[in-house]
């Protein structure tokens, strides 16, 4: 195969034209000879976007990315020959998108507040000038992956040598204002500039994968103290509808010590989003200073947006942050929620009549969450060192039943569990995160060892007291707390104060919202030094009230 | 446009007509006309070259093969106009009193917000219901549903917020859009003669679908109804009201339809775009950047069996900005409105409370009542166990606490529109009767708002 230009390329061969023959809803069917799986068609006299997802002889069925009332059999369909491609380049950092990387802003400006079909408006600004800095010569050794030169927006961007481009020797490279379609340099004769695209649903290319090792620090106590998620680590916040799997999706977009967070609003409330587009801006980061909104990308296909979109905004989502990984940067994505996505699949197979697998979701449901999550972790990337991706998805089970296909599937991949609990979320015990059944696989001894040597002693000391608790509940629910021995009253104080104190967060309060690890260590410490202050003095003799109306007075 | 008329019909089933035609376009609204001379109004479902599937609102209740197929070249309209406001119309839109001359015609099916152009909801509304102010705030543009279950009070509930919301200090033009969906008679005539007592009728735009009307025109009465609602709210200025009830019905319909396609059904058999399709219409709340007016959604539902992981409420529940649950429980207490407190959520409370909105306190307040009722219901399933005897003597102050929250701040009449201060006023005085140690994050707001002792 010859990778002649870095651009993707339309060959004559892949681009075919046809016409309706079918509508349902989102899938269309269209006769289209020389259809290939998965290309990007335009549909009808208003060139709505889809992509073909099945092929029977000459008949193509094409999921629509928009809504299809109005289209009538007999339209033209043109396939344009190329896959679901997303533009990675300068200009993406503090945007807003649609699920197939529309620019909302721009689609707003250019066809008013309600949403248009048939708009065409391309991911990345073109007619914005970028500052080009080389950061190589004529002459030097390019592959793929390979960093150039760097462009300032917002953060210090790395232009690369795109991942399919053949080694070859540098022949010529500009400094100076360019957007993002110039060509900036040349390889071997191939050109280079600003932008670059790349088809969503493959994954790019790395070097080689590792184990995270480094926590992702969050602000929130119960998550970063409890159950830690690593960069590069895979997290499952399943919860039923008021838990708070939104707000703590927020939290960590907001506080989550990654160089660039990927906001995926798959199939969720419009408010909701536009609170976030409200928040982000106004606020700083703790660490760099600089507005939040600078770090972020967002993707926002809410509920009532065409359901195909919301299928591809999850890999959309992804694309985009491993162009940030290959960076060398550290990424956090946010998908909620991924059971949003599986409907949108469920609702997409059933409009093609397939055998349904367990609740009516497609038998392709695990393979690819799997899929997806797997392109999460810590990789040596091609040009630019070490670079990870966080994924953090939150799934909406029916009724809040953990036992659903989605729950289940996306337990088998992720390695941290925040299950959250109606219960906790009733009595407004924030994050209501339960304490008992949520667990992390990644251990991060080390790294709180470093900033104090007791934490991981006191952390599995408060994690001992909460499980006693537990046991103690149900004792007290037969006999009462008065008949508790003194040494389990002072068990259950502990543990209140850990759950009250501790794993309860405001997320709305401005001081609560974030709390640092030095500040989470000395909290627990405290803590600790508390119960084991009251246990001696229990141990000298004195009794559980005595000590209590001490410590009040 | 010249109308084409197709006598070929091939099959019926259900609330479907299958027809072969040409030059229809899906989501086309079809006329057909029965041999009796009646007519009645479709909509394509699925369309290919020469063959369709319509279904048909009124039903097809003596159809034969005979009947024609008229597509009209257009999606299903409503004709708006400032004289809805005062109107009555039936569930497709049909004025049934009053006559109003359209000014446009609105597709039914609205476009979704731009997410960049939604203004974020933040304007508190008193509805001068305690249970709903203090705890559960509602905010302009927020969809609040009302999880009831059979013969709960939700349709007199409802009723008072539309009477007695209000945006505190502000006169603004509102309108209350109501659509009613497969409700009885009596239902309708209760909600219909309550705003005329009120002399709110001026300022509502009633649809009304009825239990004895075809099920098939539910699912097109909500969007009826929302885009009279877009109309008011954004092409006039106004602040709307969106009540529709029962959306169960709603969704039966959706299953009815989804069942004559033979569709694979999804979780207990509605099909499995319902949380899609029901996105359609709770999305549509909101306000839009740089236009006055806001929709304010309220929608009501009956959870079958008061089972709130049924997929009706609990689809609802993932789209709408929290909900109002109803206990069956404290409606045979006599508690009105009987809230299941501890279930209810207004998701964009924070955004509507606090100084310069309702009152400094409020949130704090409205999380110590939450917890500490919380905490009162734990210990009386407790007491059912050990006796109150074993209780500390701390614990019998919660468990006192609860009884009276649902007593005195739940509580209140019909006609009862409590100023949200107020309301606040009896959550403190509930406090006295907690122990002063767990009051101790309200320290900096207890000299200035609590119960002094004497």
């Known amino acids: ?553 | 446009m010249l109308m084409l008329e197709y006598k070929t019909i091939t099959k019926i089933a259900g609330p479907l007509v299958f027809v072969e035609l040409e030059n229809a376009s899906y989501a086309e609204l079809v006329k057909i006309e029965l041999e009796n001379g009646e007519t009645r109004t479709g909509r394509i479902l699925e369309v290919s070259k020469d063959k369709a599937v319509v279904q048909v609102f009124e039903g097809t209740i003596e159809s034969n093969l005979k009947a024609k197929v008229m597509p009209t070249g257009k999606g299903v309209e409503l004709g708006v106009s400032l004289d809805m406001l005062g109107c009555v119309f039936d569930g497709l839109g049909n004025p049934i009193s009053g006559k109003i001359i359209p000014e446009e015609k609105h597709d039914i099916n609205g476009r979704p917000i731009n997410p960049t152009a939604r203004h974020n909801p933040a304007d508190f509304i008193e509805t001068g219901i305690s249970g709903i102010d203090v705890m559960n705030t509602l905010v302009r543009g927020q969809k609040l549903p009302i999880f009831s279950g059979a013969g709960l009070p939700h349709n007199r509930l409802a009723m008072q917020i539309a009477r007695q919301a209000a945006i505190p200090g502000k006169e603004e033009s509102f309108a209350v859009v109501f659509g009613a969906i497969g409700i009885t008679y009596e239902e309708a005539e209760y909600f219909a003669n309550s705003l005329r007592k009120t002399g709110a009728i001026e300022h509502s735009v009633l649809f009304l679908n009825l239990a004895n009307d075809p099920a098939v025109e539910r699912v097109i009465t909500p969007r009826m109804a929302l885009t009279a609602a877009e109309y008011l709210a954004y092409d006039h200025d106004m602040h709307v009201l969106v009540i529709l009830t029962d959306m169960t019905n709603y969704c039966e319909s959706l299953k009815e339809i989804s069942a004559a396609r033979r569709e694979i059904p999804g979780r207990r058999a509605y099909p499995p775009y319902m949380y899609t399709d029901l996105a359609t219409i709770y999305e549509r709340a909101g306000r839009i950047k740089g236009r006055k007016g806001s929709i304010t959604q309220i929608p009501i539902l009956t959870m079958p069996e008061d089972d709130i992981t049924h997929p009706i409420p609990d689809l609802t529940g993932y789209i709408t900005e929290g909900q109002i649950v109803f206990s069956r429980t404290l409606h045979s207490k006599h508690v009105y409105p009987p809230f299941d407190i501890l279930k209810c959520l207004s998701r964009l409370a924070h955004l509507g409370v606090g100084e310069g909105k309702t009152r400094e306190d409020h949130s704090k307040v409205s999380k110590k009542l939450y917890s500490s009722y919380a905490k009162g219901v734990e210990l009386r399933e407790l007491v059912s166990v050990i006796g109150e005897a074993a209780l500390t003597p701390d614990d019998r102050k919660y468990l006192n606490m609860a009884k009276r929250f649902e007593k005195e701040f739940l509580g209140q009449k019909e006609d009862e529109r409590r100023e949200v201060g107020d309301s606040l006023g009896i959550a403190w005085d509930l406090f006295s009767e907690l122990p002063g140690e767990e009051l101790e994050d309200l320290k900096k707001y207890a000299e200035k708002y609590g119960k002094q002792d004497e």
Request: neutral net charge.
């Open chain 1, 1 to 553: 195969m010859k990778a002649s230009s870095t651009k993707e390329t339309k060959t004559e061969s892949n681009t075919s034209q046809g016409e309706i023959l079918h509508i349902s809803g989102p899938v269309v069917k269209a006769r289209l000879p020389n259809a290939r799986m998965f290309d990007l068609v335009r549909v009808g006299k208003l060139n709505l976007i889809g992509e073909i997802i099945e092929i029977e002889g000459e008949v193509a069925t094409i999921q629509v990315y928009e809504e299809t009332d109005g289209l009538y059999p007999g339209e033209p369909v043109l396939s344009t020959g190329s896959l679901l491609s997303v533009e990675l380049g300068p200009g993406l950092l503090s945007s807003i998108y649609d699920g197939i990387q529309r620019p909302l802003e721009s689609i707003r400006k250019a066809k008013g507040d309600f949403i248009t079909r048939g708009v065409s408006l391309p991911g990345l600004d073109r007619k914005k000038k970028w500052k080009f800095k080389p950061l190589l010569k004529k002459g030097d050794t390019v592959g793929p992956g390979t960093p150039i030169g760097t462009v300032e927006d917002f953060i210090e961007l790395k232009i690369l040598a795109p991942p399919h481009m053949k080694k070859g020797k540098l022949e010529s490279i500009k400094a100076g204002e360019f957007n993002v379609e110039e060509e900036v340099a040349v390889v071997s004769g191939q050109s280079i500039h600003l932008m670059e695209r790349w088809p969503v649903r493959k994954a790019r290319p790395s070097k080689k994968k590792f184990h995270p090792e480094i926590p992702l620090i969050t602000g929130q106590r119960v998550i970063d103290t409890f159950y830690p998620l690593l960069k590069g680590g895979t997290a499952c916040v399943p919860g039923p509808f008021g838990s708070g799997k939104t707000v703590i999706q927020h939290q960590l977009a907001k506080w989550a010590d990654a160089d660039i967070i990927v906001y995926v609003g798959c199939g969720e409330r419009g408010n909701e989003m536009s609170d976030v587009l409200e928040e982000l801006p106004k606020l700083t980061d703790p660490k760099s200073g600089k507005p939040l909104m600078h770090r972020t990308v967002l993707i926002a296909n809410t509920s009532n947006m065409p359901v195909a979109a919301r299928e591809a905004s999850i890999y959309t989502g992804i694309t985009i942050a491993e162009y940030f990984r290959d960076q060398g940067l550290n990424v956090a994505l946010l998908a909620d929620s991924t059971s949003r996505w599986a409907e949108a699949m469920r609702e997409i197979s059933g409009r093609l009549r397939e055998m349904p697998s367990e609740e009516g979701y497609p038998a392709h449901l695990s393979s690819r969450l799997s899929e997806f999550y797997e392109r999460a972790g810590h990789y040596e990337t091609l040009g630019c060192g070490h670079g990870t991706i966080s994924v953090i998805g939150a799934v909406s089970p029916p009724g809040g039943d953990f036992s659903e296909p989605v729950v289940q599937a996306t337990l088998r991949i992720t390695k941290v569990f925040w299950g959250l609990d109606a219960n906790l979320a009733y009595s407004r015990h924030f994050p209501a995160i339960n304490w008992l059944t949520s667990y992390s696989l990644y251990s991060d001894d080390e790294w709180w060892a470093k900033a104090d040597s007791k934490f991981p002693e006191n952390r599995k000391l408060a994690t001992e007291l909460l499980e006693r608790e537990a046991e103690l509940k149900e004792i007290v629910r037969l006999v009462g707390f008065e008949s508790l021995p003194d040494e389990d009253k002072l068990v259950m104080k502990a543990a209140k104060l850990i759950r009250e104190k501790f794993l309860q967060q405001s997320a709305f309060d401005p001081l609560d919202t974030y709390t640092k690890p030095e500040k989470q260590a000395q909290m627990l410490g405290a803590i600790v030094k508390y119960y084991e202050s009251f246990k001696g003095a229990l141990e000298s003799g004195k009794k559980f009230d005595e000590v209590e109306s001490v410590q009040k007075g």
